[in-house]
């Protein structure tokens, strides 16, 4: 139904910036909000940032004021850009997209998930 498909992981030294991509593809017909959470070893998934389709934003307290994230509605792509990244950054970081797809059907999609490593 829904695809959506991460990239701009890697490997970052600490004190540096990342960007990540997520792109939403298959029969959406809306989508009202795309995030971006992460999980680290041993750890529950958290929110790392959140957007809705106006651009109303929100943020995990961890990022606040180091992250930025924006979306294309027009691409259904969301970003999101990280600055002085931290070694406790390093986390699996997931793509969601709450989409509507059919009359009866709004639904969280998730990607498959995109490494992050922040060395020191």
């Known amino acids: 139904q829904v695809q959506l498909v991460e990239s701009g992981g890697g490997l970052v030294q600490a004190g540096g910036s990342l960007r990540l991509s997520c792109a939403a593809s298959g029969r959406i017909i809306s989508i009202n909000t795309m995030a971006w959470y992460r999980q680290a070893p041993g750890k529950q998934r958290e929110l790392v940032a959140v957007?809705?389709?106006?651009?109303?934003?929100n943020y995990g307290d961890s990022v606040k004021g180091r992250a930025t994230i924006s979306m294309d509605n027009a691409k259904n792509t969301v970003y999101l850009q990280m600055n002085s990244l931290e070694p406790e950054d390093t986390s699996v970081y997931y793509c969601m997209a709450n989409a509507k797809t059919s009359y009866w059907n709004t639904a969280n999609y998730w990607g498959q998930g995109t490494q992050v490593t922040v060395s020191t």
């Open positions: 957007i809705s389709s106006s651009g109303t934003t």
